[in-house]
């Protein structure tokens, strides 16, 4: 079992950044992706940020250049800094890993959603 529990949304106004953060507890294996999604009223839930156990990252192109993403192995956290914030992002952002049990088992876990609203 994971846990995950995601901080540091709330309300900005455009152009603001906001640095959301995960932190895991419980089993995590040698080799996971952990990612970030997000899901505005009435959409589908989005890959917005994944990481890599081995560090590898990827944005979506609509946070390219505005978003990055990043992991502090020690602390089991991983973080999204979110920079020039448009009213677009507002959205419920969720945590999630995949933990590779094998190359093709993995077991996911989401964390509770934190809410990010942009809003002038």
């Known amino acids: 079992q994971v846990q995950l529990v995601e901080s540091g949304g709330g309300l900005v106004q455009p152009g603001e950044s906001l640095r959301l953060s995960c932190v895991a507890s419980g089993n995590i294996f040698r080799s996971y992706i952990m990612g970030w999604f997000r899901q505005a009223p009435g959409e589908q839930r989005e890959l917005v940020a994944s990481i890599t156990s081995g560090g590898d990252t990827n944005l979506v192109d609509s946070v390219k250049g505005r978003f990055a993403v990043s992991k502090d192995n020690a602390k089991k956290t991983v973080h999204l800094q979110m920079n020039g914030l448009k009213p677009e992002d507002t959205a419920v952002y969720y945590c999630?890993?995949?933990?590779?049990?094998?190359?093709?088992?993995?077991?996911?876990?989401w964390g509770q959603g934190i809410q990010v609203t942009v809003s002038s």
């Open positions: 999630n890993i995949k933990n590779y049990v094998s190359t093709n088992f993995y077991e996911s876990y």
